[in-house]
T-cell receptor, first 114, second 109 residues
Framework: DGGITQSPKYLFRKEGQNVTLSCEQN?????MYWYRQDPGQGLRLIYY???????QKGDIAEGYSVSREKKESFPLTVTSAQKNPTAFYLC?????????????FGDGTRLSIL | GEDVEQSLFLSVREGDSSVINCTYT??????LYWYKQEPGAGLQLLTY?????DMKQDQRLTVLLNKKDKHLSLRIADTQTGDSAIYFC?????????FGGGTRLMVKP
């Protein structure tokens, strides 16, 4: 079945540590997105990529980094510079163009501080 | 800038209709979406409406769009306990989506 897979489902970070969240899609979508969701709040855009080897900062990119070496994969690294990383992280993908292109979401990764 | 707003909470009895409201500010929005999020899960696309439409019906779901007032609503008929979740509206301008803060729907038996 086509879809978006995020792993791991739960992740713990020690102080000063970088951690990487995986996002893989087999929908053949060009665009991929990372969002952060805090309890009781909506989604805030961290980074997005509209094509392989290219990505742009979203609204809250500080303390995060991404890469887009393959169309299927868009990993997110939460660096030690991100002082408040505890949140639910959601990856999404979509086709590009002018028609109806909703974003499709993975099941999320919950990151907590040890 | 873009801003999408929703009320935080809605409580209804099983079998009643639910109406979740959303306002947005970007007049260049092309599509508007409703997503559902169950606890600990990602967002599931429920339905969408194109900006030149007034209404769209899909089984128990009815989307109403008042483009003049930039107001979007989602009506769920015969609400069931399985409809309890957080509902997000989102507007699309260009290739990006802007999400509202979500409305938590609680359905009482």
């Amino acid at each position: 079945d086509g879809g978006i897979t995020q792993s791991p489902k739960y992740l713990f970070r020690k102080e000063g540590q970088n951690v990487t969240l995986s996002c893989e899609q087999n929908l053949n979508h060009d665009a991929m997105y990372w969002y952060r969701q805090d309890p009781g709040q909506g989604l805030r855009l961290i980074y997005y990529s509209q094509i392989v080897n290219d990505f742009q900062k979203g609204d809250i990119a500080e303390g995060y980094s991404v890469s887009r070496e393959k169309k299927e994969s868009f990993p997110l690294t939460v660096t030690s510079a991100q002082k408040n990383p505890t949140a639910f992280y959601l990856c999404a993908s979509s086709v590009q163009g002018n028609g109806n292109q909703p974003q499709h979401f993975g099941d999320g990764t919950r990151l907590s501080i040890l | 800038g873009e801003d999408v707003e929703q009320s935080l909470f809605l409580s209804v009895r099983e079998g009643d209709s639910s109406v979740i409201n959303c306002t947005y500010t970007d007049s260049s929005s092309t599509y508007l979406y409703w997503y559902k999020q169950e606890p600990g899960a990602g967002l599931q696309l429920l339905t969408y409406i194109f900006s030149n439409m007034d209404m769209k019906q899909d089984q128990r779901l009815t989307v109403l769009l008042n483009k003049k007032d930039k107001h979007l609503s989602l009506r769920i008929a015969d609400t069931q306990t399985g409809d309890s979740a957080i509902y997000f509206c989102a507007e699309r301008a260009g290739n990006m989506l802007t999400f509202g803060g979500g409305t938590r729907l609680m359905v009482k038996p």
